[in-house]
């Protein structure tokens, strides 16, 4: 990945879009440090990441991780709380009551008893967002928060993301589904490699600037040629 | 530690030996969780063979005889063992599972060459080098005791301290990067964890078969524990039982100590893999043949519910032409019916009892259920709970039944 220049607004969802292998994920990976970056500059929230790590908050995509592990959804949502305690103070009664909260928001309180392995894949992410919301984040980071998930939970997770961007949060995450970027983000990059285009969705996300970035029609040929131009 | 000898109610020799070995499996057996839980068995397996060439290297250099000396080497060996897997596996394309194969036959082949050449080397019978290969029960001193001793509680100590950011690291490596909880730290720390408990086990079990008291007791203990700090401490306990178990029966028949302890674990494991309660196959089995035998049940129960809605009773025949049920399954389905009271045969004609046409009711609406949270499940709000198949309204609560069975009426008025 090169050439990758954005910057997000605050207070607002943001996607990031592109075909497979675009470097989406890496792209957000880099920003938080999970992977090594060669050159270029991330600042989150006006800061440089080590300053700015404790306001930011990250779900990660949900293969990558063990579901079998065995933890309860609420010990999942309490990690939330551990960047801010470090590894030995305990946690207080605000740390308890921000899980109880965020296990309320997700929807997760009738099941903070369960191991995760016996949770269905939207609840996993209901979790997994619950962990974020905990953190209380000013930036929230997601590696595709709708992937493989029923449209039920798409709605209640959108509804979650709504309300941190309507608390002034901001949201960037991101997504594979062109036809519904526009629902759900208010900000959109557009990108493969390097960036296509970005900016409201209704403008940014024109035919031509998704023919640059996925290739018009099809065929290696076009898509290669996109690239070098 | 002479205090705690004389508490075993044993012959001096054996309750230090059997203390050894509970010393031995309660770190092992807490550490190990760290690697099996991260996935990473096979590096405790690497990390102890790579010992091996630490402990000839020891005595080479300084011709010391005595445990500590040995034990040193080879914990810096088994150091650098880690550094390179680490190495290889980011410095190179190889995957993890490469780097570990290639670290444990190196250090394990050099391990192996060394010693062979050591074995003329004046003083090598004495110091016992070949010891370290299988381990050894008897022959344990009070004096390796208090260096087992001190390393263990030194280990759990760590454990406990930092069990929170373990927790969050094993279950999320991303998360706990990117949340700055020192990732970096706590990857060093379990593997100066997992040195500690070989470095302890070298002695009794031996480099070869060390992995197994790091990997079987949290094996075993993850069948009947779905917590982590229970399943910290069963695997604790369960690894001092079994190497006090094996390490008294090798001290008794005078077999090496590593193949005996690990036969008792491994049966530890296969006994747990089998019959757990929840997760053993035994009972998975068990629970899947219920089920079948449930549904099985209330499917008959609810064609006899269709057919006497429609005319009179009907005879077994009549049930398996209508249902296209297999014959035996519906005579089963019938006896499991009249066995709980729920069905009569009346001169070869069944019919439900109150009871029974209660349950049937109950299915039906259990389906109707089901349907209503297909098409309207989503009018329900936030809340994350599914319904259970099997049982709808249990699983989401009456509240939120009633809500879909008032939605399904809405809809079909």
């Known amino acids: ?229 | 530690m002479g205090w705690l000898i004389e508490l075993i109610p044993l012959p001096y020799p054996d309750a230090v030996v059997a203390l050894g070995a509970a010393l031995l499996g309660l770190t092992a057996g807490v550490v190990g969780c760290l690697a099996v839980l991260a996935q990473r068995s096979l590096v405790g397996d690497a990390l102890a063979h790579a010992a091996l060439p630490g402990i000839v290297l020891a005595f080479l250099f300084t011709g010391a005889r005595e445990p500590e000396t040995l034990l040193a080497g080879a914990a810096c060996a088994g150091l650098v063992g880690a550094v390179l897997m680490v190495g290889i596996e980011r410095g190179s394309r190889l995957p993890a599972d490469a780097a570990i194969g290639v670290v444990l036959s190196g250090f394990f082949s050099l391990g192996i060459v060394l010693l062979t050449h050591t074995a003329h080397t004046e003083g090598a019978e004495q110091a016992g080098l070949e010891r370290y290969l299988f381990g050894q029960a008897a022959g344990l001193l009070e004096r390796d005791l208090r260096v087992m001793a001190i390393l263990g509680a030194a280990s759990l100590l760590l454990v406990a301290v930092a069990f929170r950011p373990l927790k969050a690291m094993l279950f999320d490596r991303g998360f706990a990067v990117a949340s700055g909880l020192g990732a970096r730290w706590l990857e060093l720390a379990s593997t100066a964890l997992l040195v500690a408990a070989i470095v302890i086990g070298l002695r009794m079990v031996g480099a070869i078969l060390m992995v197994a008291m790091l990997v079987a007791p949290c094996a075993a203990a993850r069948q009947v524990c779905d917590r982590l700090g229970p399943l910290l401490v069963t695997a604790g306990a369960l690894g001092a039982a079994v190497g006090v178990t094996g390490a008294l029966l090798s001290a008794r028949s005078d077999t090496p100590a590593g193949p005996v302890i690990v036969l008792v674990a491994s049966a530890v494991v296969a006994v747990a893999v089998l019959a757990a309660p929840g997760r053993g196959v035994a009972w998975e089995a068990r629970r899947r043949l219920a089920d079948r035998r449930a549904e099985r049940g209330r499917s008959v129960l609810l064609d006899i519910e269709t057919a006497m809605h429609a005319g009179a009773p009907p005879t077994e025949r009549e049930l398996a032409l209508m249902s296209g049920r297999p014959a035996r399954d519906v005579r089963r389905g019938v006896g499991r019916l009249v066995r709980d009271g729920h069905a009569l045969v009346d001169d070869g004609r069944i019919r439900l009892t109150a009871e029974g046409a209660a349950m049937a009711h109950a299915a039906l609406e259990s389906r109707a259920l089901w349907s209503a949270w297909l098409d309207h499940g989503a009018l329900l709000g936030l809340d994350g709970r599914e319904p259970d198949p099997r049982d709808v309204r249990g699983s989401l609560g009456d509240a939120a039944a009633d809500r879909l069975v008032h939605l399904s009426q809405g809809d079909h008025p």
């Open chain 1, 1 to 229: 990945m090169w050439d990758v220049s954005a910057g997000f607004p605050r207070a607002a969802i943001s996607a990031i879009v592109g075909p497979n292998g675009s470097g989406k994920s890496t792209l957000l990976k880099a920003a938080l440090g999970l992977v090594p970056v060669e050159s270029g500059q991330v600042m989150l929230l006006g800061a440089p990441l080590r300053e700015a790590r404790r306001r930011v908050a990250y779900v990660p995509q949900r293969e990558d991780v063990d579901w079998d592990f065995p933890v309860t959804v609420r010990e999942v949502v309490e990690m939330g709380r551990y960047p801010l305690r470090g590894w030995v103070r305990r946690l207080r009664a605000e740390d308890r009551e921000a899980v109880d909260e965020a296990l309320e928001r997700v929807g997760m309180a009738a099941l903070a008893g369960r191991q995760i392995g016996r949770l269905s894949g939207g609840q996993r992410q209901r979790a997994f967002i619950g962990r974020a919301l905990a953190q209380q984040p000013e930036l929230l980071l997601l590696d595709e928060p709708f992937a493989g998930i029923d449209a039920r939970t798409e709605e209640a997770i959108l509804e979650v993301l709504s309300g941190v961007r309507d608390a002034g949060g901001s949201v960037i995450l991101v997504h594979h589904d062109l036809t519904t970027v526009r629902r759900i983000a208010d900000w959109a990059l557009l990108m493969n490699v390097r960036t296509v285009a970005e900016g409201a969705p209704d403008a940014a996300l024109t035919q031509e600037a998704l023919d640059r970035a996925y290739g018009a029609g099809a065929g290696d040929a076009i898509v290669g040629a996109s690239w070098a131009g």
